[in-house]
């Protein structure tokens, strides 16, 4: 499994600590800062040989084709330029298994235009570097990206509104959610 963006290492530890002692889990962020939080907290868990970290940009991954089973990102997908999500969508594409999925959180703009909102995007245009995410349009980036949705809820952070989105390839044999996921 991989998280892009992984941040301070909260969802990595999480995911080391569910993934079992058979199976790996990677870690890319483009901040040197983040890197060394999330080996203070996973060396504290007891988990530093069964994640490694990379500093890279999700725009150009630096893994082989059809590596993972799962790619993550929370929060990250809505970090990047809109002309640059496609191309991280597509990297996601590369690394993942023909039958893997893309799990994303992600603050999302397809609730409309409530106050909030509105604010919200007006701090992101006045203050980026402190206000740094901003509301896209998750399900709408997916599908365009040639991914096919499994799963998706809406749901509300400090009163925005976000998505969380289970995807997988478009060209899966297994296209339509059952009622079991």
């Not at 901040?31 to 150009?60: F, I, P, Q």
């Not at 990206?145 to 060209?171: F, V």
């Amino acid at each position: 499994m991989l998280e892009i963006g992984f941040g301070t290492g909260r969802c990595l530890k999480r995911i080391a600590e569910r993934l079992g002692q058979r199976c790996s889990a990677y870690g890319i962020d483009i901040s040197t800062g983040m890197a060394k939080v999330t080996r203070r907290r996973l060396g504290k868990a007891g988990h530093t040989d069964r994640v490694e970290l990379c500093r890279g940009d999700g725009v150009s991954l630096p893994y082989c084709d059809d590596s993972f089973d799962v790619v993550f990102m929370s929060f990250t997908l809505e970090l990047f330029n809109t002309s640059e999500i496609p191309g991280v969508l597509s990297e996601v594409k590369r690394v993942l298994k023909p039958e893997g999925r893309l799990g994303i959180v992600s603050m999302s703009k397809e609730d409309g235009e409530s106050l909030l909102l509105r604010l919200y995007e007006w701090m992101h245009r006045k203050w980026p570097k402190y206000v740094d995410c901003r509301p896209i349009y998750p399900e709408l980036s997916l599908k365009c990206a040639g991914y096919k949705i499994r799963s998706k809820e809406k749901a509300r952070l400090l009163g925005l509104p976000i998505e969380i989105i289970i995807a997988c390839q478009s060209n899966s044999d297994d296209l339509e959610p059952s009622s079991e996921q």
